[in-house]
Nanobody, 116 residues
Framework: QVQLVESGGGLVQAGGSLRLSCAAS????????MGWYRQAPGKQRELVAT???????NYADSVKGRITISRDDAKGTVYLQMNTLKPEDTAVYYC??????????WGQGTQVTVSS
């Protein structure tokens, strides 16, 4: 099994930056794709970015050019570097991982609040 723990959320002013981390534990070498999703109040959870084991990335149109996903497989960690943050980026950010090419696991989430 795999467990995920996110960190790095907080309060930041518009235009600022944050770096989120998601540390995996357990069978980390069984992890293939990892990703970040977010859920704002009253809205559905949505994709932010994903990264495969080969390093192929995919981004939501709303974050392209501002947000970068990366991973360190030796540490079992995926990062989300968020720059030029906007109030509409305010949400709970969740980490997700696919392992054993079959199972999905979610972290508990970390709050990001961007003030205008």
């Amino acid at each position: 099994q795999v467990q995920l723990v996110e960190s790095g959320g907080g309060l930041v002013q518009a235009g600022g930056s944050l770096r989120l981390s998601c540390a995996a534990s357990g069978s980390i070498f069984s992890i293939s794709a990892m990703g970040w999703y977010r859920q704002a109040p009253g809205k559905q959870r949505e994709l932010v970015a994903t990264i495969t084991s080969a390093g192929t990335t995919n981004y939501a149109d709303s974050v392209k050019g501002r947000i970068t996903i990366s991973r360190d497989d030796a540490k079992g960690t995926v990062y989300l570097q968020m720059n030029t943050l906007k109030p509409e980026d305010t949400a709970v950010y969740y980490c997700n991982a696919l392992y054993d090419n079959h199972y999905y696991v979610w972290g508990q989430g970390t709050q990001v609040t961007v003030s205008s």
